[in-house]
């Protein structure tokens, strides 16, 4: 965790989050918070909630760089590595599973 990773840096709340995919758009709700100063957080998507890990959130121009990774078991198993923008009460990035090619991530706070 860098020392960027502290509670005020505006990453934390519930996320709606929206993953433009090869096979389709996916709905994601995307909780994040502190843990004794530790920002820890979980996805949901596809009756299926994980745990979110490598979490790093960095003030930069423009917003919060904010990177995480997760591992998913639906539709099929991936290991996803996700890097945004936050911005306010939105986010934009991407997401990628190993070598396919990136998908465009967007979300909005507290929807």
């Not at 909630?49 to 539709?75: C, F, K, N």
């Amino acid at each position: 965790m860098s020392t960027a990773d502290a509670p005020g840096t505006g990453v934390a709340g519930t996320w709606s989050l929206t993953i433009a995919t090869p096979i389709g758009r996916l709905p994601v709700t995307l909780v994040l918070g502190y843990e004794s100063g530790v920002l820890t957080g979980a996805a949901t998507g596809r009756d299926e909630t994980v745990p979110l890990t490598d979490i790093a959130a960095v003030a930069e121009p423009g917003g919060v760089r904010l990177t995480w990774r997760q591992v998913i078991s639906r539709p099929m198993r991936l290991n996803l590595s996700f890097d945004v923008l936050v911005s306010g009460a939105a986010m934009a990035g991407y997401s990628r599973a190993g070598r396919l090619p990136r998908s465009a991530v967007t979300g909005v706070r507290g929807q």
